[in-house]
């Protein structure tokens, strides 16, 4: 039963197993589940793809095998052809940013689409890309412009889960509190009274705008709670000096001193 | 001589010549070519990078090896640690395409990036991460989200490509003039006099709705010169029958009729 919720992988005539692995471990990184492989040159199953794709399994125990390109697509609406070159064929060509969101789109109206990808040497023959509706080509640098296969084959399954679910980052840092006015207040008065008490604003007149710099660098650390507790500690372990070192750390806030 | 308009690339302590070597295609493939090992397990240089960096020589003869991830970075001012999970380090997490035109902009003031990749088993260490201003993380499908590095990399590296150049195709096809509206016109007169002619539109009454959806479907094409003069060889081969092999095709236009 097909998934038209997603495009369909065509890899034509693949060489290494390697790419295939690789391929299908890329796939499973972005959320993608179907691959086809068209007159694998090694065959199928390959020990080396399994190898490459690193647990990806799940994708590879499904690959459907096709003797020609044409098969391989039958169920496809749309077929966009991946080249690193132009063909003199008359057909729009799209970078991934723009092919993806229109991918995208085509869940909503039902429609299965199709990436193809040519053999690692000579790339899709000019038959294969004839098929398609059109090109999809990744912006490179003309002077070193030849992808490896997994490798373009990851950015356009980069873009396509973008496009799917927005540019939202897998995880964050736990998100602390940050520290509230009066503790940062309470943190200043007490720094600067220290440094005062050890002559460091001087001469006299340049006190404030040091004070001023400080606080400046201070607030540019968007210090939160726990921060804020580990300065003051550093700060008062340095004003105390040598202690044992088995004795506690005194990480506790000065108090506030609030108006 | 530092190269201050592009990011260092610095792979902590790489385990895999095959993935120094892919970075390295992946560098030449977006425009980097200043490539930092820190303590490569396998020494320098490495055969297997050479082979798989498929012909990114360029970028592996100026390879520098560093002895610990510090030194590497010492002439970076902004450091962003690639990992795959979160550390719980209070640091910013971006995306690629948060952080690379970033990066770009630094170009402006002249501050050096550098993207900080770890081993393959483990990624970064928490010392590592901890020497940088943010993490970087790809959006990944949580269930499958372990990148091979090398496709980590082709990720960040193509969208730097994209920060600095914009998303624009490599190539495109040879665009050909559109077929004038009395060339198409003519074409449709000629194939709706054919058809009229064989008794194509039947009943009468529904041959003026059937016109227009030929026409329909005949803008769709969007044809230009060269498809026009096919479509009319066709249809005229099919209106005449068969000729003998060794006669010319007659691709003439039909004689205009405009009005």
Chains 1, 2 share one sequence.
């Not at 990744?138 to 950015?155: E, R, T």
């Not at 705008?209 to 300065?231: A, C």
Request: charged share 20%; hydrophobic share 45%.
């Amino acid at each position: 039963m097909p998934d038209f919720s997603e495009p369909v992988i065509v890899l034509v005539r693949p060489q290494l197993g390697e790419n295939i692995g690789a391929v299908a471990r890329a796939m499973g990184n972005f959320g993608l589940s179907s691959l086809r492989l068209v007159a694998p040159r090694d065959g199928w199953p390959n020990e080396k793809a399994v190898a490459s794709a690193s647990g990806a399994d799940f994708i590879l125990d499904r690959v459907e095998i096709f003797a020609t390109t044409r098969e391989a697509l039958h169920d496809a609406h749309v077929v966009y052809a991946t080249t690193a070159r132009g063909r003199d064929q008359t057909k729009p060509v799209l970078t991934p940013l723009e092919a993806m969101p229109k991918i995208a789109a085509m869940r909503q109206t039902g429609q299965r689409a199709a990436l193809l990808f040519g053999p690692e040497r000579t790339g899709l023959e000019n038959d294969d890309v004839s098929l398609a509706d059109a090109l999809l080509a990744i912006p490179v640098d003309p002077k070193f412009s030849s992808l490896n296969i997994s490798q373009a084959a990851v950015v356009l399954f980069y873009q396509w889960f973008l496009a799917l679910h927005g540019d939202v980052p897998p995880f964050n840092e736990t998100a602390l509190k940050p520290a509230s006015r009066a503790e940062l207040y309470a943190f200043f008065d007490y720094f600067e009274g220290e440094l005062g008490r050890v002559n460091f604003f001087r001469p006299p007149h340049k006190s404030e705008v040091m004070k001023r710099n400080m606080r400046n660098i201070l607030h540019r650390l968007e210090l939160n709670d726990q921060d804020l507790k580990t300065l003051f500690g550093a700060v008062r372990a340095l004003v105390r000096g040598p202690v044992p070192m088995s004795g506690p750390l005194d990480c506790k806030q000065p108090p506030l001193q609030e108006g």
